[in-house]
């Protein structure tokens, strides 16, 4: 009968595998509701965070939505995660399906399921979980018995690497999203499922905001670029909108954060201070597809923090955004939560990598408690040049200026954050990190007169990235990458005075091809994929199941036969005429704009961040019909009335 739990065929299984604790759910705060609790029109989702449990457990996104659906009387939502290759291979030998941890159900009974991919990197564990659930890889070859299949996160805004493989993608923010979607489901149950599973599509399209690749066709030009991505039924949209929620005070959630019974990589609690970014690194497509900002109110963050710790017991709490720093009332939100939490266990944390003293002052706050173990900044790039390109507006002097004012204040490891493979960029620019960072030491030891401080440079390899100035530029190929990289290792290795204080990770260029090939990929790209998975493909975004090999050989064979190819796709620059595959997802921003903006970084001009100049048409807000929303609201974090703990409501005066 569906919805049973499957676990007296998988508990045997469990003790042979490594970290069974991770696949018997019963967390704090996880909910399992009756299959039946909505009557006839129940609608189920089994949610996934498609890598291996202790990395999606803390995924705020797959969190959320739990929760949001799960207050529904009509609905219910259940997780699920990437099995490792031991139990999967026992799971297929006792043919046990994949299963959901909170009530162990056959993903396969649910009316949907959805997946969240962060990365690209996910897409091969996607495909397990299909093969796993009885569920066909294709969505044409599913019937009405089968889930929807729904994608969303940052790498669903460009599906069409997987559109043979998904029945839906949803773009932007999911927590009003997935509801729209459910009340859809519901009432086409309730009406008998009219039509079956090709008039629930064409319902979810015609909203204009579930993007259904099936509807949609694409024809190529001999050359291979895209001719015309044009919709194939009536009534579905050419473009298909985001999704995004303007009022974050409105949607406090979670309310009620998991706690992992097993190990997960973020042992705290976090909340999310505000959602987009207007600082307009061209490089980065979180900042750019999550416009507007929008801030949730001081008072908002005040109540999420306590209430989450009543309800989880967590002794850290990290105030989560894309540059947390950048919130407008920032220091009354740290000072706050420092006095509040002041002589506690409760520690708090700042994710934020803003090169500038105000960061600092953020970070003396919130260790007041003593904590100090190092501070992170992202220059990005290596050289002042390099940085006007990519608009990172950082000068060397305000690097040095902020790494002194940290050493000063007592810390003692800085850590930098830079990318490698930048568009224009030169060996010289890389190289010279090597000079930033023995400045930085230098500079060290004179403020803090000590010899023991360090600093570690970081580098991650650059992947153009859709939705972004950078769509069009030529990555970097992997040899390339790494030649650049080794050449700064010697650079810094070789310094005898400051060479030893230096630390120096990064990953090779490897991975991040494999990743710009998913991420700039087109419908093509699914053939490749799923070669890799049949090849034995899983977990791709761990380096010890990543096989660059593997990859390399499915795209010559899969792309070659079908007359493009990996450079085509990764290091080839793309002109302004070309129809890219994921211009039919409509971010909110101007191609136009972007285009300018691809110009602007050629030219090495520099644009200011909009929440404090005025807009520059990036295009976001006219189409939203709306404005960023900061404060400052004029309210205070304190006094904050607890009127009762865990589910109960708190209210904050003013
Ligand atoms: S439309 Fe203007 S104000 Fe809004 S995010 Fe774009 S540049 Fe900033």
């Known amino acids: 009968m569906s919805g049973e739990s499957l676990f007296p065929a998988l508990e045997p299984l469990l003790e042979q595998v490594s970290k069974p604790i991770q696949y018997v759910g019963g967390e704090l705060n996880s909910t399992v509701k009756p299959w039946e609790v909505g009557g006839d029109g129940t609608v189920r989702w089994a949610l996934m965070y498609p890598d291996a449990y202790e990395v999606g457990v803390p995924n705020q996104g797959v969190m959320i939505l739990y929760e949001v ?35 162990h159900r056959a993903v396969g009974d649910f009316d949907l399921f959805g997946l969240s991919f962060s990365t690209e990197l996910g ?72 039509g079956g599973r090709e008039e629930l599509l064409l319902r979810l399209a015609r909203t204009g905001g579930v993007y259904v690749p099936a509807f949609y066709d694409v024809t190529y030009l001999p050359d291979g670029r895209i001719q015309r991505v044009a919709p194939n039924r009536p009534g579905v949209p050419w473009r298909v909108s985001k999704h995004t929620v303007m009022d974050l005070d409105a949607w406090p959630y979670p309310k009620q954060p998991l706690v992992p019974l097993a190990e997960s990589v973020h042992e705290r609690m976090s909340v999310e201070i505000f959602r987009g970014c207007t600082r307009g690194c061209r490089f980065c497509q979180a900042g750019m597809i999550t416009r507007p900002v929008r801030e949730r109110s001081i008072t908002g963050i005040g109540e999420m923090v306590e209430r989450g710790l009543a309800a989880t017991g967590f002794e850290e709490v990290g105030l989560l955004s894309l540059s947390s720093a950048d919130h407008s009332e920032i220091a009354d939100v740290t000072k706050g939560l420092a006095d509040r939490y002041e002589g506690t266990n409760t ?54 200026r902020t790494v002194a004012a940290a050493y000063s204040a007592g810390w003692r490891q800085v850590k930098l954050y830079f990318m490698c493979g930048l568009p224009t960029e030169t060996d010289e620019d890389v190289l010279q990190i090597a000079e930033l960072a023995k400045r930085v030491i230098e500079t060290g030891r004179e403020v803090s007169g000590r010899r023991d401080i360090r600093c570690t440079v970081s580098i991650g390899g650059f992947v153009p990235k859709p939705h972004t100035p950078f769509q069009w530029a030529a990555q970097l190929g992997a040899d390339e990458t790494d030649a650049r990289l080794d050449k700064l290792r010697e650079a810094i290795r070789s310094d005898k005075r400051y060479g030893r204080s230096i630390g120096f990770r990064y990953h090779d260029g490897k991975p991040g091809i494999v990743e710009g090939l998913l991420s700039r990929g087109d419908r093509r790209v699914g053939r490749v994929i799923e070669a890799v998975w049949r090849d034995g493909g899983r977990f791709d975004g761990w380096s010890e199941h990543f096989s660059y090999e593997r990859w390399m050989a499915a795209a010559a064979a899969e792309l070659g036969a079908q007359g493009v190819g990996l450079a085509w796709y990764t290091t080839r620059e793309r002109e302004e005429s070309e129809v890219l595959p994921w211009d ?26 909009c929440r404090w100049t005025p807009c520059f048409d990036c295009g976001v807000c006219p189409q939203m019909g709306t404005e960023i929303e900061i404060g400052p609201t004029g309210k205070t974090l304190l006094p904050l009335t607890v009127l009762g703990a865990g589910r109960e409501r708190m209210t904050a005066t003013p």
Do not use: C
């Open 347 to 400: 520690g708090l944390s700042l994710p934020s990598t803003r090169v500038d003293a105000f960061n600092i002052d953020l970070a003396n706050e919130l260790t007041r408690n003593g904590r100090r173990s190092g501070l992170t900044f992202a220059p990005e790039g290596g050289s002042e040049r390099i940085r006007k390109v990519i608009n990172k507006m950082v000068s060397e002097d305000d690097l040095i």
């Open 584 to 609: 039919h997802l409509d971010s909110g921003l101007d191609k136009e704009w972007l285009w300018q903006d691809w110009l602007d970084a050629l030219d090495e001009t520099e644009v200011e961040d």
């Open 123 to 194: 897409y091969t564990n996607m495909l397990t979980a299909l093969d796993l659930a009885g569920i066909p890889l294709h969505a044409a070859d599913r019937d009405d018995s089968h889930p929807v299949v729904v994608a969303g996160g940052h790498a669903a805004f460009n599906p069409e690497p997987v559109a043979d493989f998904v029945d839906a993608a949803i773009i932007g923010d999911g927590e009003e999203a997935v509801l729209v979607v459910t009340d859809i489901v519901g009432a086409w149950k309730r009406e008998g499922r009219p």
């Open 69 to 103: 659906l799960n207050e529904r009387p009509d609905a219910l939502a259940e997780r699920t995660y990437a099995v490792w290759p031991d139990l999967e291979a026992l799971m297929r030998e006792h043919g046990v399906p994949q299963f959901t941890v909170d009530a």
